[in-house]
């Protein structure tokens, strides 16, 4: 077990603290300072180019190399936010750094609709079709990698849950961070670290309780939880949680019950760490760690 890195402490002490506000940290918790925030528009770096793509419903922005671009897999990205976020610049970030460290791979990221404006299943509808777009492109099923943060992840395994029924091919791969896969928060960690997580933790008034996705649907839905899906069939998959937090058993009862049904999965928790931590993309040891992980998994992924 490897010990935390002082930045990684500092910066988890310091979310910790922002969190625990009685003004500020009751809007990071819920969600409501995601859901307003205003960002200046993001300057894409010169090494790559953007293209915006607008759906009927949403829109979409696809990220690529000027040069060194490869064309044997693309990237679907799923971004977090609790279903309530809309895209915002640091999933634009994580798009140049999941197109660096897949050496080349072409990035799409959906705006997709969230609540509570568009409740469920708006945000697995705008998935479908994203991948429907890709595979119009011209990419077959196998070329196309998902990728998801938080309730991105659980929407990634959504996804593929709803490819499945519907007797369609699934992608080649899953990178999942974090997944937000049980909303019932019946897992233990929702108890074990309800002490211990620095974003979620102690209270229940956030945003992974409030629910406004779901609305009153059956919460043990797998489109809406995919820990109560089935798994067999699925592609191979990178799933990374940090040790911290409340939604670490939604990732660990996946990556059971995906082995238990013959997937492929490697399940990497991070000793320390809080949801989503590979925000801190490359200031933080651990982050940095994981996104080189996630480089390794394209070469494997890449090889079958």
Known sequence: MSEVSVRG????????????????????????LR???????????????????????????YLSRKEG???????????????????RNAYRSFAGLYCEVSKGMDVLTIDYRVAPENPFPAALEDAVEAYDWLKNSG??????????DSAGGGLALALCMYLKEHNRRLPGGLVLMSPW?????????????????????????????????AGR????????????GEYWGFPPMLIQAGSLEMLLSDSVLVAYKAKRQGA?????????????????????????????????????????
């Not at 002490?13 to 969600?31: C, E, P, W």
């Not at 859901?35 to 090494?47: D, G, R, S, Y």
């Not at 649907?217 to 109560?228: E, G, I, T, V």
């Not at 925000?279 to 996104?291: L, N, T, V, Y």
């Open 264 to 304: 492929k999965v490697r399940l990497s928790i991070y000793e320390g760490m809080f949801h989503v931590f590979q925000m801190g993309m490359m200031m933080m040891p651990e982050s940095k760690r994981a996104w080189k992980e996630v480089g390794r998994y394209f070469e494997v992924v890449a090889r079958k």
């Open 139 to 148: 990419w077959h099923s196998r070329q196309i990698i998902v990728a998801g």
């Open 69 to 87: 671009q490869r064309k044997d897999f693309v990237i679907l990205q799923l971004h977090g936010g609790g279903y309530i976020g809309a895209m």
């Open 9 to 32: 402490k500092v910066i988890g002490d310091m979310i910790a603290h922002f969190t625990n506000d009685n003004l500020i940290g009751r809007k990071i918790k819920t969600g409501e």
């Open 181 to 213: 896969t049980d909303m019932t928060a019946e897992g233990p960690s929702y108890f074990d670290n309800f002490e211990r997580d620095p974003l979620f933790g102690r209270t229940t008034d956030s945003l992974i309780y409030n629910r406004d996705y």
């Open 217 to 228: 649907h059956d919460l043990k839905d797998p489109y809406l939880s995919p820990a109560f």
């Open 35 to 61: 859901k307003n925030l205003v960002e200046p528009k993001w300057k894409c770096p010169n090494c790559f180019i953007m293209k915006e793509i607008e759906m009927p419903k949403f829109n979409m922005e």
